[in-house]
């Protein structure tokens, strides 16, 4: 009798690798015991795809694929600890994935710390990470007042180099007063502004705005 390929049983772990519980245990990269022991329940999914011949193999593929993991983090902690925003962004996302509040206050303590490295710099040095916060801090719900801050001077920066996605998350701040006062007339312009440059965005903004 045929059996799926090992393929198939690595798509079903790389799944697994997403879940909440598999990102708590990976949000410290001292938790190694407890990425292993999810890794194990990994093995016997894979297990299930091959031949009992191919256990050993099973086990062993599955434990290199998640020290590989470690490894990464590893990886990222002391990059960020060296105040590289990239892998703050990277470690942020990891610890908000947590479904533990104290694991997400430290995520947002590394998004803040992202942000401000980012806009410390001279210009946009990583254009698509620029636009990842931008986003993430306009969206956020229940802005506290540094928070507005750092949404505001992200937009700005964008707004400032001509790009649609800063004039639009600017055209927010002044719509919605994050980080500066209200101007429905400053929103207007810069919606437009995006508009023009084809963001779908910053049109259906603009058109709720004027109607």
Known sequence: M?????????????????EPAFQEAAASSRQQAGILRLANDGCRQIISYLDYDSLQEARTVCKIFCLE??????IQHAKAATGDVQAQYVNARIYLSSQQGSIQKIGMILMRLSAMGALQQEGIKDLALYHKLSDFF?????HSPQNRQI???????GARQG???GQTNLGVCYE???????????AARLYGLA??????RAQARLENLIT
């Open 195 to 200: 508009a023009a440059q084809g963001d779908a």
């Open 176 to 186: 919605k007063g994050i980080g500066v006062e209200v101007d429905e007339e400053v």
């Open 151 to 157: 949404a505001f001077h992200l937009a700005s920066e």
């Open 69 to 74: 993991i470690i490894e990464m983090l590893h």
């Open 2 to 18: 045929s059996t799926p390929s090992l393929t198939a049983g690595f798509e079903s772990l790389q799944t697994r690798v997403q």
């Open 138 to 142: 306009i969206n956020l719900e229940g």
């Open 163 to 165: 790009y649609a996605w």
